[in-house]
């Protein structure tokens, strides 16, 4: 692993400095499934807390797409054009194809034109895992913006007949902009680990290699989510606790500094018995499941989101976020929360990235156009018709942000960054 003090000697840090959220609106209660298994509301939310998810029930609401919008209102409230974004992670259980990457549908939508993209596939450890990824990025200093985002579609790849699994589940998407700063802090340390030999317990068997499509496979349901909930539940109990105090240990903390742990939220008897062992006082525990079920990858950073929203993390404050996963996985990370929790942005502002949306959508499709017909149309350049339309799209998108730097410069020369705790810019020198 690598050593995390080695690190911090860089003195670049990584802060989260926007959030995001994204759920689909179809609310499906506990009594609803009650008419499509044999279930109950009371069975339901005894053995896991959750009494009602959000389904994606438009089949043009896809993992992508939730993952764009949350990604959206993540740059909103981080202040900053979706051309500095440097890479998208997207980790998701329920991707849009086994290739192309999710993340780069993503890289299309928001019109991220300077960033890589690339899928993480860690179940419900991976935003975890992909934070990880990001600080590492950061401090290496490949990358300033990181758009790490939790995505899933999970309706999709349910069996609506397996009362042992379509209970749980439900789709949303959360995302964080992680960005580089001179300013101690941010995201301290992450434990990342894995027990294949679990592999069989939590699994989608069919789509890939091992298991390629056939009309068998489609019969017998091995593209649907397949569970032993009671070794997944043994080995949750037990892993939330460890992977906590294992973060904590690699940042030098202990259990007392911690002001708020936002676990995993599969299950509410999950949650209660790993946090008994860590004697952590209810308070200090986020919850959300009994709105929006197990979101997979997606569930710690709609509860950040939903944290923050209810100011519950203050600046300065210790978090944990800590997960587990199919694989058998799991991931933790404690971060010194480094931002104002309260953004506002200005109309005009808005409205300017509202603009340069509008014309990434407009690039992708003269893009994909371009694709299509290969260089038949030619300007009298030589140049693709279809890539020089595209220039001119990108050099209108480019004229929006330098309008929009020199508006802000405008109305407050001061302020180009969010401030951090101790008073500086994220853009001053350390
Ligand atoms: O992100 C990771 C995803 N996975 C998880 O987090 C899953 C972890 N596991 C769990 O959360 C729990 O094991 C479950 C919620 C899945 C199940 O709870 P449990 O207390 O472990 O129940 P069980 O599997 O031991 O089943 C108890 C009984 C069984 O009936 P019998 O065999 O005792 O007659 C099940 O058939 O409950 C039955 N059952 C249900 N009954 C009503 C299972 N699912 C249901 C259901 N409604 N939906």
Same mark, same amino acid.
């Given at each position: 692993m690598v050593d995390e003090s080695g690190i911090m000697a860089f003195g670049r840090y990584a802060h989260i400095v926007g959030w995001g959220k994204a759920v689909p609106n179809r609310v499906v209660t506990n009594h609803e499934l009650e008419q499509i298994v044999d279930t109950s509301d009371e069975w339901i939310r005894s053995r896991t807390g959750i009494h009602q998810?959000?389904?994606?029930?438009?089949?043009?609401?896809?993992?992508?797409?939730?993952a764009a919008k949350a990604a959206r209102e993540a740059?909103?409230?981080?202040?900053?054009?979706?051309?500095?974004?440097?890479?998208?992670?997207?980790?998701?259980?329920?991707?849009?194809?086994?290739?192309?990457?999710?993340?780069?549908?993503?890289?299309?939508?928001?019109?991220?034109?300077?960033?890589?993209?690339?899928?993480?596939? @860690?179940?419900?450890? =991976?935003?975890?895992?992909?934070? !990880?990824?990001?600080?590492? %990025?950061? $401090?290496? /200093?490949?990358?300033?913006?990181?758009?790490?985002?939790?995505?899933?579609?999970?309706?999709?790849?349910?069996?609506?007949?397996?009362?042992?699994?379509?209970?749980?589940?439900?789709?949303?998407?959360?995302?964080?902009?992680?960005?580089?700063?001179?300013?101690?802090?941010?995201?301290? @340390?992450t434990e990342? =680990?894995?027990?294949?030999?679990? !592999?069989?317990?939590?699994? %989608?068997? $069919?789509? /890939?290699?091992?298991?390629?499509?056939?009309?068998?496979?489609?019969?017998?349901?091995?593209?649907?989510?397949?569970?032993?909930?009671?070794?997944?539940?043994?080995?949750?109990?037990?892993?939330?606790?460890?992977?906590?105090?294992?973060?904590?240990?690699?940042?030098?903390?202990?259990?007392?500094?911690?002001?708020?742990v936002i676990p995993h939220q599969a299950n509410e008897r999950i949650i209660a018995v790993s946090m008994r062992n860590l004697k952590l006082p209810e308070e200090k525990v986020f919850r959300n499941l009994q709105y929006y079920g197990n979101t997979s990858t997606a569930s710690i950073p709609i509860a950040l989101y939903e944290a923050l929203e209810q100011d519950r993390i203050k600046p300065n404050d210790t978090i944990v976020m800590v997960g587990f996963g199919a694989g058998l996985t799991w991931a933790g990370t404690a971060i010194k929360w480094g931002v104002p929790t309260e953004k506002e942005t200005s109309l005009w502002r808005a409205s300017q990235r509202s603009a340069s949306y509008g014309l990434a959508k407009a690039r992708s499709q003269w893009l994909r156009l371009s694709h299509l017909l290969g260089s038949n149309l030619v300007t009298e350049d030589g140049e693709s018709l279809a890539q020089a339309l595209s220039n001119r799209l990108e050099d209108w998108r480019k004229q929006l942000e330098s309008d929009e730097e020199e508006e802000e410069q405008r109305h407050d020369p001061k302020q180009e960054k969010p401030s951090l705790p101790n008073g500086t810019s994220s853009s001053d020198e350390s």
């Open positions: 998810r959000r389904i994606a029930v438009d089949p043009a609401e896809t993992t992508a797409t939730l740059l909103e409230v981080a202040d900053i054009p979706a051309s500095k974004v440097d890479m998208i992670i997207v980790a998701t259980s329920s991707p849009e194809h086994t290739f192309p990457a999710t993340a780069c549908a993503v890289q299309d939508m928001i019109g991220a034109v300077n960033a890589g993209a690339f899928d993480l596939s @860690a179940a419900c450890s =991976g935003f975890v895992y992909g934070l !990880g990824v990001a600080k590492g %990025l950061i $401090a290496s /200093g490949q990358a300033e913006n990181v758009l790490v985002i939790g995505a899933e579609t999970l309706s999709r790849i349910t069996d609506w007949s397996d009362r042992n699994t379509c209970v749980l589940f439900g789709d949303g998407a959360g995302a964080v902009l992680v960005q580089s700063s001179p300013v101690p802090g941010g995201i301290l @340390a990342m =680990g894995c027990d294949g030999s679990g !592999g069989d317990l939590l699994i %989608l068997p $069919a789509g /890939g290699s091992k298991m390629p499509a056939t009309l068998e496979t489609v019969a017998s349901g091995q593209h649907f989510i397949k569970m032993n909930g009671r070794a997944v539940y043994r080995f949750a109990t037990r892993i939330m606790a460890e992977a906590t105090r294992r973060v904590l240990s690699k940042a030098n903390l202990t259990v007392d500094d911690i002001d708020l």
